[in-house]
Each structure stands twice: as structure tokens, then as C-alpha cells.
């Protein structure tokens, strides 16, 4: 299955580049390269906004999968987030987004994420996403 295609998102603004691993019911890995950052012209550590949505977006993902795929005029939209930032990414490095459910209902999910890079977690938190 191509996973991607459920993401309304192209580039530059889609924040995944791959789903590693997909356990139905318990957990969605995806992979971001932050190389895809070049219209982003810094060279200080990747803002935690761009961060948070790349997480959204694997939480968007995984949703459809639990539920069902967005509709033609459906689009996802991120409710509240509560995260822990607890280091920074670095402009190219990998990111490993590890997102957990914690309450899935059919159009909208409470979801545990983190976010990874060399084995060591940058943020922790979970967040709300729905269908609009």
C-alpha cells in the first residue's frame, strides 16, 4: 500500500517520507529526511513547529488506517497538542516519528508520538487530530 497517498500534504510541506512499519491497533513508524528542508533557510536546529506537524502528519496516517481514508472534500485538521521538546534536530539529520493510539474514534483520534533521531527521543507528547 502506498501510505503516502493518504497525506492531502505534497512537497515542500509533506513532512514524511515513508511508513517504516505499520501494526494495526498498535503503532505507525515513519521516516523524515531533513535534507527535504532546503527552503528552510536556516542553519539552526529545526524549528518545533515543523517538527510537531511532521508527527501530525504520521498521526494523520495512522488514523485513516484505524478508521477510514479521507474523503474527496474531507481534509485532516490538528487539534491540541501537548509535547516535550527534549533535545533539538540538527538541519540533515534523520527523524523517526513513533506514534501510538490512544483513543480512536471514526473521524477523530487522541495519539501518543515521539519523535526520534540516532536512537535518542527529541519530543514526547500527544495530540488530537480529526477530519473536517
Known sequence: MDYLSLLPHEYPLRLVDKVELYKPG?????????RHLKWLSIKTPIPETILMEGMAQSAVIFTQLETRPLQNDEFPVLGAI???MLSQVEPGQLITYNIKPLRLLQDQALIEGSIWVDQRRIL????TVGIS
Open 26 to 34: 498498535e503503532e505507525l513508524v515513519s521516516k523524515y529526511d531533513t
Open 82 to 84: 501537548n509535547a516535550t
Open 124 to 127: 514526547k507528547g500527544t495530540l
